[in-house]
């Protein structure tokens, strides 16, 4: 066998396999709508899906929007665009979410919802590392902050939040408190006490 048809051989065989690499994934995306959102576990695998958005599809991180007054906070107002009801389910998984965020700017975007960005930068450990220890979990309309959160960002928000308060309940003092989303099956942060 020459060079040549021993390179156009070797080309043929890397076309042969790309090929069948792209129908196995096209054959694995058929199915119904749930089953290909439910695959993809992060905003950063949804967004490879999409064709539009980017690294951040507007679906999952819509524009944050502004408070109604100045609440001394430097984050905005989640949107309630794509927020999906509360279920039964809610606090394992905003449980879970808290515990993906690691204190590293770039990685905790893909958790957080765009109107908590800015205070990212101060929370550079992390929220919990994946242990809770004692904390509080419920819908946020029964948090202590829900009134302050529906006063500033108005009550449809707070009633699609779940709350999660770690710390000790003997000192309220070293609480934080947590209120999360979810939009498109993806879990974001857009609310912490100071």
Sequence with gaps: MTVPSLAMSRGHALLTVAL????????????SSNNAAATASTPKQAAHT????????????PPPVAPAHDWG???S???VRNVEPLTHASGTAAIRALGRLNGRRPHD?????RAFWPALKYQRHGVYRGRPGAHTSQPAVQSFYA????????????KRSWSVTL???????????YFLL?????????????
């Design 50 to 61: 999409g064709s539009s958005g980017g690294r951040f599809p507007p679906s999952i991180f």
């Design 109 to 113: 975007e893909r958790f957080s919802d």
């Design 147 to 158: 009134k302050l959160v529906s006063n500033n960002c108005g009550p449809r928000i707070v």
């Design 182 to 194: 979810q939009r498109r099956h993806h879990w974001l942060l857009w609310f912490a006490s100071d």
């Design 77 to 79: 107002c989640a949107s």
């Design 167 to 177: 710390g000790s309940n003997q000192n309220p003092a070293l609480q934080q408190t």
């Design 73 to 75: 906070l430097v984050t």
């Design 20 to 31: 069948s690499a792209l129908t196995l994934a096209s054959l694995a995306g058929c199915g």
